[in-house]
Nanobody, 127 residues
Framework: QVQPVESGGGLVQAGGSLRLSCVAS????????IGWFRQAPGKEREGVAC???????VYGDSVKGRFTLSRDNAKKTVYLQMDSLKPEDTAVYYC?????????????????????WGQGTQVTVSS
């Protein structure tokens, strides 16, 4: 089983940027579907950005145009670049992985079928 490990969270002012990283047990990230999810206190878990093995990326509606997911197979790392951060982006951010076939398609960043989860990294955006 791949075990994702997140890093890069922290405290930032509104309008600022952060970059989160996800390393999955030293395995090339294109061997799995990888997703970023977040959960704020008292709220349901929300899909932020997901990438398939083939490289198709889907973003959650609340982050479109502000967040960018990228994958570096050589560094075995998936990144989440977060720009124009808002206080409502404050949450614990999780990286997760799932097995999937290379031709897997995606229409939404949904946490269903993601089986391996990191412990999360806190992102706090101050107003």
């Amino acid at each position: 089983q791949v075990q994702p490990v997140e890093s890069g969270g922290g405290l930032v002012q509104a309008g600022g940027s952060l970059r989160l990283s996800c390393v999955a047990s030293g395995v090339r990230p294109d061997y799995y579907g990888i997703g970023w999810f977040r959960q704020a206190p008292g709220k349901e878990r929300e899909g932020v950005a997901c990438i398939t093995r083939a490289g198709r990326i889907v973003y959650g509606d609340s982050v479109k145009g502000r967040f960018t997911l990228s994958r570096d197979n050589a560094k075995k790392t998936v990144y989440l670049q977060m720009d124009s951060l808002k206080p409502e982006d404050t949450a614990v951010y999780y990286c997760a992985s799932k097995r999937e076939i290379l031709s897997q398609t995606i229409t939404a960043c949904d946490s269903t079928y993601y089986t391996s989860w990191g412990q999360g990294t806190q992102v706090t955006v101050s107003s």
